[in-house]
């Protein structure tokens, strides 16, 4: 299967020159790196098809991670967010991971793993989860933009050496595409990669193990609930009401509450 590319500023048409500068100066960052996907390869890594066993979901034993995922969709779809439905939307996330069979935490413990939490909701709740070890984590900006039907990956200079052993920590997996392009440029082949994440569309999870097989790594993705679709925008929507965010902005919802939580115990 053909899988994205590395693709350099200067190759990018001029329109697409133009979406990269604008997302650099929304985001205050310089993305060193651009990864492409263009319309076909999202086609193929996004087709219909049956998700493998090494992708691992919570409810389908435990129901509680579905009224949770039903908080989190109610407060993303309010006209205004309270403080107190931020609270809530962020402690249901965070109940989620804790009834993942298997913890971020432990994946991160494991001698010789690196941790990548992409700005700015991986990193708040790899922080909070307490899996951000000295040394050892990364947080690296990394931005998909739309580019002749298919998309950009734009990713800052916040990435380790190559590494065998990647724990993966972020909200929401839709189209995939922003962790398939850390994978790209992170891992090494042969690599085992645990991706932690509270919800998954179908699609999105397809295609991170299809992206994983092609690129030779061994993924496991734990996730607490897939359900919806991708909308035109590449966003996770409920099939029955497509004007209806499953999870909305995480990082705009969580981070003017993320302050008010305890950190878990954290990795030394």
């Known amino acids: 299967m053909n899988t994205a590319r590395l693709v350099e500023r200067a190759e990018l048409l001029p329109d697409a020159v133009r979406t990269v500068e604008r997302y650099e100066e929304q985001y205050g960052s310089r993305f060193h790196q651009l990864v492409h996907f263009d319309r076909q390869v999202l086609k193929d890594l996004h087709a219909p098809?049956?998700?493998?066993?090494?992708?691992r979901i919570a409810s389908?034993?435990?129901?509680?991670?579905?009224?949770?995922?039903?908080?989190?969709?109610?407060?993303?779809?309010?006209?205004?967010?309270?403080?107190?439905?931020?609270?809530?939307?962020?402690?249901?996330?965070?109940?989620?991971y804790a009834m993942l069979p298997v913890q971020a935490a432990d994946a991160a413990s494991?001698?010789?793993?690196?941790?990548?939490?992409?700005?700015?909701?991986?990193?708040?709740?790899?922080?909070?989860?307490?899996?951000?070890?000295?040394?050892?984590?990364?947080?690296?900006?990394?931005?998909?933009?739309?580019?002749?039907?298919?998309?950009?990956?734009?990713?800052?200079?916040?990435?380790?050496?190559?590494?065998?052993?990647?724990?993966?920590?972020?909200?929401v997996v839709a189209s995939g595409v922003t962790l398939m392009a850390m994978m790209r440029l992170a891992a090494v082949p042969g690599a085992v990669v645990d991706?932690?994440?509270?919800?998954?569309?179908?699609?999105?999870a397809l295609a991170l193990a299809r992206c994983a097989q092609a690129l030779g790594l061994s993924l496991t993705l734990h996730v607490g609930h897939?359900?919806?679709?991708?909308?035109?925008?590449?966003y996770s929507v409920d099939p029955g009401a497509p004007a209806t965010l499953l999870l909305g902005d995480i990082g705009d919802t969580i981070s003017p509450v993320a302050q008010d939580i305890p950190t878990q115990g954290a990795l030394a």
């Open 60 to 96: 389908d034993t435990r129901l509680d991670v579905v009224e949770r995922m039903a908080t989190v969709t109610s407060v993303a779809n309010l006209p205004e967010q309270r403080h107190a439905d931020r609270d809530r939307y962020l402690r249901a996330l965070l109940d989620i």
């Open 49 to 55: 098809g049956a998700l493998p066993d090494t992708v």
């Open 195 to 204: 991706v932690f994440t509270c919800h998954a569309t179908e699609e999105g």
């Open 226 to 234: 897939v359900s919806g679709m991708l909308n035109d925008k590449y």
């Open 110 to 171: 494991v001698p010789g793993a690196t941790v990548l939490a992409p700005e700015r909701e991986g990193r708040i709740l790899a922080e909070l989860l307490g899996v951000m070890p000295d040394g050892r984590c990364w947080a690296p900006q990394a931005k998909r933009m739309p580019v002749d039907g298919g998309l950009l990956v734009g990713v800052d200079e916040q990435l380790p050496a190559a590494a065998d052993r990647l724990v993966i920590v972020d909200g």
